[in-house]
């Protein structure tokens, strides 16, 4: 009896080691945004196709890094994928602002020379993640807005789309619904019902060099030429290699006011905390505390992988070295 108990111990213990090493040997980790259980967009068929997109997207990233592509170019990939996907809250798919028009933000960092690209309310652009890339790489800026923005993409060769592209039906009568509250009650309900599919990515290549980078349509009903935490380096997106990558999800204006993403791996490299516990300090009291609601996906230097929200779920998924790929919802 006590030997079998014996055997029964060293099983778990083995096994727990086994999931922790291969949560340390991740090479990609992906979110599909937040949720909320209470939100009507949130049924069993938005979450199969949620569970798709995120596999697909997650495989994509992966081809990527099997072909020896950088971490730039698997979270490329990835969000590219998704923002494609009308089912995430990012490219085709992203949420109404008030005035019926979609607004997108996107940004990206490395980790090696802390080098970033962020576009904010573009119109036109098909995959602001790209837009985001081109700034970086092609401009001596960090971040383009709107029109000047929406130029530069084109001028880069980004494919070109009319906004009209952008549209789809369920996010039109999410809006329709809104505006046909009474205004009183339009005006007290939260911008956003909690449901956010906004879309990140963090990878970690075989170099060792981090890359994240987030996209979004930003907060429904938001007003036209609001911009969220998306785009904002340090607040939606981080990357360093002495620390992790991070992109977050959630409502934007809490993220940037409380530099979320820039703020873990602060605790990381000042504080030395492990990067789970950096998030969990993060979002689960500080943002807590303050009524902030939303999570982050992490990726730390040595290829452990984290997460941590607040809310009723985060959809995310991340792959290990051999390919093997985990997607998760909710608090699984
Ligand atoms: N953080 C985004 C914003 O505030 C929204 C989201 O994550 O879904 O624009």
Redesign the pocket.
Known sequence: MRIQRWFVCLALFTSVLQLRAQDSNVVLVIHG??ASRRDKINTPEWERLSREGLKAAIQKGYEVYKKGGSSLDMIEASIRLMEDNPVF?AGKGAVFTLQGKNEL?SSIMEGRGLKAGAVAGVTVVKNPISAARAVMEKSKHVLLVSEGANTFARENGLEIVDPSYFRTEPRWQELQEYLAKPKDRAKITQPHDGM???VGAVARDANGDLAAGTS?G??AYKRWGRV???PIIGA?TYADNEAAGIS??????F?IRYAVTHDIVALMKYKGLSVQDAAKEVINKKLKVAGGE?GVICLDKNGTVANAFNTDGLFRAHVTRDGTITVKLFKE
Do not use: I, K, L, R
């Open positions: 945004g937040a809250n933000d956010w599919s906004t979004t930003g907060m969220g935490d998306s939606g977050a999800t959630g409502h934007g204006e993220f939303g």
